[in-house]
Structures are given as C-alpha cells and as structure tokens.
C-alpha cells in the first residue's frame, strides 16, 4: 500500500506556470506506476499524465501535451507536475494516483489516491 499527498495548488493568473508535487510513503516507491488526474466542477475527473515505474515511458492527455510534463524521482519517492501557460479551463483539483499496472488513462484502473489540490487560474 502507498499514501499519497499532494501539494503545490493555489490561485495563479493565466499565462502562469505552476509545479505540483505528490509525496509518496509506504511500500516501495519504483514498484507503482504514477497519474496525476484532475476533476473540474461539474465534470467528470479526467486523466492527465501518468509516468512508468522507472520514468522511461510518459503518457499524456492529447490536449495537454506540450503545456504539462510529467516527471518523478524514485529516491524522494515524489512525482511532480510541472504546468505551463495555464488557462482558465485548467482550474481543477488535482489528484496524484497509483497503480502497480502499465500506463493507463483509465482513473479506475488506479488503486491509491492522494485528497487532491486545488488550482484555480484567473483570467
């Protein structure tokens, strides 16, 4: 088992860029295939990246590639999201996610769950 936590959200102006972070603790960090999901008012929680066990194989959402990257250091046990040229439809929480699985977009497919972190962008 693995808890997740993550931080980095807060209030920013479209344009801007933003890092979130999500610490990882519990069993052994490299052994889980890492997400990071988000879910908007209103909406469905979508995927947004998700990163392979030892950082060789990435997977983005189609509309989010170039503006988001995902990436992980298996010694801090973390997995960052960094975030650029943010717009207003980006304004969501964001949730870190696990799985023990390949790559997936698929948010059920994930087994742990960080509480999320607010982003809000202001046009």
């Known amino acids: 088992q693995v808890q997740l936590v993550e931080s980095g959200g807060g209030l920013v102006q479209a344009g801007d860029s933003l890092k979130l972070s999500c610490a990882a603790s519990?069993?052994?960090?490299?052994?889980?295939?890492m997400g990071w999901f988000r879910q908007a008012p209103g909406k469905e929680r979508e995927f947004v990246a998700a990163?392979?066990?030892?950082?060789?194989?990435?997977l983005y959402a189609d509309a989010l590639k170039g503006r988001f990257t995902i990436s992980r250091d298996n010694a801090k046990y973390t997995v960052e999201l960094q975030m650029n040229t943010l717009i207003p439809e980006d304004t969501a929480v964001y949730y870190c996610?696990?799985?023990?699985?390949?790559?997936?977009?698929?948010?059920?497919?994930?087994?742990?769950w960080g509480q999320g972190t607010q982003v809000t962008v202001s046009s």
């Open positions: 996610a696990a799985r023990t699985g390949p790559l997936s977009r698929t948010y059920s497919f994930y087994d742990y």
């Open positions: 519990g069993r052994t960090f490299s052994g889980y295939t």
């Open positions: 990163i392979g066990k030892t950082s060789g194989n990435t």
